[in-house]
């Protein structure tokens, strides 16, 4: 069993106890009693309020600062990933957004960062590597994005093209992320940049974050020492499947086709716990087919 797996089982498991209920329960018996009652026996109440009771409406509302706080930032447009109740606070996933527009063009770019509450410095410093690496790749691609567009326009020129008819073209480019599945204990992250204008043009960068270690998860981790040949085996399957499909997809043969898999191929982990590899366009088949995925179930 992979650790997604194992770790999604554990989350799903886990009980509220019955003294948390109860408590709960009586904190708003306690409350609705309150309003029932005239102004003086609210003040004597409240000097019987229990020490729990405090601590339990001001956890509440520290929590409901937290989520107040990261979405009304005026520095970052923030948001809350799709986290489970454990480790929510600790594990969250911010966005901030940029944009440039002029006539020639419109670049935006969401860039995540993971924030993770760990008291170990190894892990703190993983996470800030990952975070500044992350930061970096969408700075270069606004660059490069920018860059093509211009150049795009000065060929457009230059062949009789005028300012405002490329003007009416709109341009666009974009960098963002999705989060592919998110554990108390791992996210999975696949950040795509894209430009309108070019089909040709997208690439896609994945992050399969251990967050209690800091590292990143390699397919090793998900199939086992045979990860090699499971892989290779479950996708040569799929891609005879299909070939014989509704689809019927074309894929390259000899040469040019698929050979193997290796360290540095690319995938993501779905909401099953499942490694799924991603081949580009025209990596393994003709782009009209677009981005060739396979999910890898490990027996």
């Keep these: 069993m992979n650790h997604f797996k194992l770790s999604k089982q554990n989350y799903q498991k886990m009980k509220v106890p019955e003294e948390l209920e109860e408590r709960v329960n009586q904190t708003i018996a306690n409350f609705e009693a309150g309003n029932s009652k005239n102004h003086n026996d609210k003040r004597k109440k409240s000097h019987r309020v229990s020490y729990s009771t405090i601590s339990a409406v001001a956890a509440a509302a520290a929590f409901a600062i937290l989520v107040v706080g990261l979405n009304t930032s005026e520095v ?75 150049e795009y326009k000065e060929a457009y020129l230059e062949t009789g093209g005028t300012v405002e008819e490329f003007a009416k073209k709109n341009l666009k480019a974009d960098v963002t992320y999705e989060i592919k599945s998110q554990t108390d204990t791992m996210v999975s992250i696949v950040i795509t940049s894209a430009e309108s204008w070019s089909n040709a043009y997208k690439e896609q960068y994945f992050y399969n974050i251990n967050l209690v270690t800091g590292n990143q998860y390699t397919l090793k981790d998900f199939l086992g020492e045979n990860y090699i040949t499971i892989a290779n085996e479950s996708i040569v399957k799929q891609m005879k499947e299909r070939e014989q499909g509704e689809d019927e997809i074309k894929y390259f043969v000899g040469e040019d086709g698929f050979q193997s898999i290796d360290d540095s191929t690319r995938f993501y982990v779905n909401q099953e716990g499942n490694p799924v590899i991603v081949f580009a366009r025209y990596e393994i088949a003709p782009g009209a087919y677009g981005v060739q995925e396979f999910e890898i179930i490990s027996e």
């Design 76 to 150: 970052f447009a923030m948001k809350l990933g799709d986290l489970p109740v454990v480790g929510a606070i600790a594990k969250v996933l911010t966005v901030r957004d940029y944009e440039k527009s002029n006539d020639d063009m419109t670049i935006t770019a969401q860039i995540p960062e993971i924030v993770v509450d760990s008291e170990q410095d190894e892990v703190k410093l993983a996470i800030s590597d990952i975070n500044a690496e992350i930061d970096e790749l969408v700075e270069k691609h606004i660059k490069l994005a920018e860059e093509n567009i211009l």
